[in-house]
């Protein structure tokens, strides 16, 4: 095994390194110059887009002269011009809705109240209903098939 790798001390051609090594200053060159294009492209994109909503404003339909709104831009919708489209709408404000509707869920899994009032059905919290069901269990119904017990029933007599 000590002919394979060498006495110590010397080198042999599996033990040199790599004498063409990158020196730092083309590394520095090319880290600028990939800085330098991206904040080129950025403005290019910044100009491009400019341009286009520029291109977009000027081709823009004529309005509608029934048509009342403030605004020459008809891509800006006022907010209350929002409440007067007919449903289903669009969310203007997606966490503040969802928000508003969980908080509504949540009140009505933790409160009392009436379901439908002539009915006599009424709604309990949810917690309240899982200690009812613990103690009392579920309601089951008989197997299809199977005779209910009955006083009547001649099988069930001794």
């Not at 600028?32 to 290019?44: E, K, Q, R, W, Y």
């Not at 209350?80 to 203007?92: K, M, S, V």
């Not at 439908?116 to 009424?122: C, H, L, P």
Request: hydrophobic letters at 35%; charged letters at 25%; a negative charge.
């Amino acid at each position: 095994m000590s002919e394979e790798l060498g006495h110590p001390g010397e080198r042999t051609p599996e033990m040199e390194y790599e004498h063409q090594d990158l020196r730092p200053r083309s590394v520095y060159v090319f880290l600028g110059a990939l800085a330098t294009a991206g904040i080129l492209v950025s403005f290019l994109l910044w100009g491009f887009y400019d341009f286009m909503d520029a291109y977009e404003k000027k081709h823009q339909p004529l309005q509608n002269p029934m048509v009342q709104q403030a605004t020459t831009d008809p891509r800006i919708v006022p907010s209350d011009a929002i409440t007067r489209f007919p449903q289903p709408r669009l969310e203007g404000n997606e966490r503040r809705e969802i928000s508003d509707f969980l908080l509504q869920e949540e009140q009505t899994l933790n409160s009392y109240g009436w379901v439908d009032q002539k009915a006599g059905v009424v709604r309990i919290p949810i917690e309240r209903a899982m200690q009812l069901i613990a103690q009392r269990g579920l309601p089951t119904t008989p197997r299809v098939g199977t005779i209910p017990p009955a006083e009547g029933n001649a099988a069930n007599k001794k």
